[in-house]
């Protein structure tokens, strides 16, 4: 399993109510597209411009940790020329892009399995990730040819063959194995276009993650429906399983720290 190199720090957010790390499923690229006559791919490139203005507006509100679902292994299976329009945007952008993602101290990192991509964009991954290994600011995960799934499998394989007695395997181990280790879990994951559904995003790290769905399209998804997200997260009570409120007659003693 090759990994991104380990984060070089893990930017705190601005205040402790706010989401240390957001997964996102950008999803809706293709009706974006069909509403407006235009190809698929148009869908695609509008979604990377939404990228941009979703990550300044995460930055400025003192998010620092973003993933984004970009291509899952299940997307191979979209028709041909789309997939390889998908290949062409990943190189392209990362082209485009590196530089400005250093200059404003964005650390890269791709999560998936890479060894499916062509050689050209294995190289062009790791010499984004060399070029932006030092930043600290911020930390952008995308995930390319990412499968939740398979990521435990392959962690789990990895894992047996350094030589691990599985049979005390814990979750600490297994955290450290993936791509995401060092990193927090998500605590909160948006998904656009209105499906809901986690689709193989981060299965093991979104345990206990605030889900946030909203109806808009990715490609329209800006500044004013990040501050909604967060807003919504903020109003969340998260227990993490726990029973937080004080025991009252007939509760069980223990209910109190009672985990589920
Ligand atoms: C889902 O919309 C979107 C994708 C499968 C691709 C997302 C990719 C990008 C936004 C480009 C990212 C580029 C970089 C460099 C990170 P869909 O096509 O499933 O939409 P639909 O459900 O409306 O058909």
Redesign the pocket.
């Known amino acids: 399993m090759l990994r991104p190199p380990p984060p070089t720090a893990i930017p705190a957010p601005a205040r402790p109510e706010l989401p240390w790390h957001i997964g996102i499923i ?6 974006w597209a069909r509403q407006r006559h235009l190809p ?1 791919v148009a ?2 490139r509008a ?2 411009r939404a ?1 941009r203005q979703v990550m300044e507006a995460c930055n400025d509100a003192g998010v620092h940790i973003l993933t ?1 679902y ?2 899952s292994t299940e ?1 191979w299976q979209r028709p041909r020329g789309e997939v390889s329009s ?1 290949m062409r ?2 190189q392209e ?2 082209d485009s892009e590196v530089d400005e993602l250093d200059a404003k101290g964005i650390q890269l990192r791709i999560i998936g399995d890479r060894t499916k991509l062509s050689s050209r964009l294995r190289q062009k991954v790791d010499e984004c990730e060399a070029r932006t290994a030092h930043n600290r600011a911020n930390v952008l995960n ?1 995930a390319i040819n990412y499968g939740g799934r398979s990521e435990l499998v392959e962690a789990i394989r990895e894992l047996a063959a350094s030589g691990v007695d599985l049979r005390h395997l814990d979750e600490a181990t297994l955290s450290a194995a993936l791509y995401t280790s060092g990193l927090p879990d998500p605590d909160l994951i948006i998904r656009t ?1 209105g499906e809901l559904r986690v689709s193989n995003f981060l299965l093991w790290q979104g345990a206990y993650a605030e889900l946030h769905v909203t109806d808009t399209l ?1 490609p329209d998804f800006g500044p004013t429906d990040v501050a909604a997200a967060l807003g919504d997260f903020g109003s969340r009570r998260r227990t993490f399983g726990q029973v937080t409120d004080p025991p009252r007659a007939g509760d069980d003693a223990a209910a109190g720290t009672r985990t589920g």
């Open positions: 950008m999803d809706g690229n293709g009706r698929r869908g695609h979604g990377v990228i984004l970009a291509f997307n998908l945007l990943f952008t990362m995308v276009a990715w």
